[in-house]
């Protein structure tokens, strides 16, 4: 009886100390066990991206050169960006977005490029300046009208002549011949004039011979002038003789310069 009684003491111990030791590993493992995190809240929505409004139009204008004399053209550059429609005021029109144009403002003047697209509306000037070029100067006055000595200085020369002669030599007849046409000039330019034929010889011989040989001479050279077309009312002879030289030395140099006829106004 003694020994049953023990036996169940024994094995009740023996129970109860299994449940214990269940009951001990089941904390054990409850203890170990990880904590399960709660699930992450769901991302937020994306955000909507509103799409970018139209660009405006982007205009480059200019004017080239900006300054002109009146009557002289400018060329009108332009580039033009984002616009369907563009427009330059006055006068030109309807354009491309990149182009260049020349104007002929007669005045100064400010041209206007206006740009549309779906960005809206935008404008962009450029003037040209006009200046007026000035006034041409004045004729210059005429020239003082020259004296009829003053022609005759310069239209006409002397012709020579030989010893004790009256006839035309042949280097007189080329002077002469220029005359003629010298004359004609004065007389085209002075219809009034009328000019001395004036005889001259040198010192050798009485004064009375010198006069009628300078007249023969002063008559030669008329009488020839008329042939070639002077007018023989515009020409007048006469003889000085020795009276009127142009060298006053004693050698024959000097005397072939005092035989000649010589051109003057008459009075």
């Known amino acids: 009886m003694m020994e049953s009684q023990e036996a169940n003491f024994r094995m009740n111990k023996r129970n109860i ?18 904590k399960v995190p709660p699930p992450p809240p769901p991302p937020p929505p994306p955000p909507q991206v509103q799409p970018a409004p139209p660009a405006k139009p982007g205009i480059q204008f200019s004017a080239e050169p900006a300054t002109v004399v ?30 260049s144009r020349q104007v002929f403002p007669s005045d100064t003047t400010t041209y206007t490029l206006t740009a549309k697209g779906p960005g809206g509306s935008e404008s962009a000037t450029a003037t040209v300046n006009v200046t007026v070029p000035p006034p041409p100067p004045p004729p210059p006055p005429p020239p003082p009208k020259k004296t009829l000595s003053e022609l005759l200085e310069t239209e006409v020369q002397d012709a020579y002549f ?26 085209a330019e002075m219809p009034d004039a009328v000019v001395k034929v004036e005889g001259n010889c040198d010192e050798r011989g ?30 007048s002879p006469i003889s000085y003789g020795k009276e009127k030289p142009v060298c006053t030395e004693s050698n024959e140099e000097c005397w072939q310069k005092n035989r000649h006829v010589h051109f003057a106004a008459a009075q």
């Open 70 to 99: 009146r009557g002289q053209a400018s060329t009108l550059n332009w580039t033009v960006s984002d616009a369907t429609e563009i427009d330059i005021a006055p006068a030109v029109g309807m354009v491309s977005a990149r182009g």
């Open 17 to 34: 100390s299994l449940v214990l030791l269940a009951l001990s590993l089941f904390l054990i493992a409850t203890g170990c066990k990880k």
């Open 162 to 187: 030989d010893y004790d002669k009256s006839d035309i030599r042949e280097d007189a007849r080329a002077v002469l011949t220029r005359d003629a046409d010298g004359l004609k000039r004065v007389f």
């Open 206 to 235: 009485s004064a009375e011979y010198n006069i009628g040989l300078g007249d023969r001479r002063a008559s030669a050279a008329k009488d020839f002038l008329v042939q070639l077309g002077v007018p023989a009312g515009k020409l």
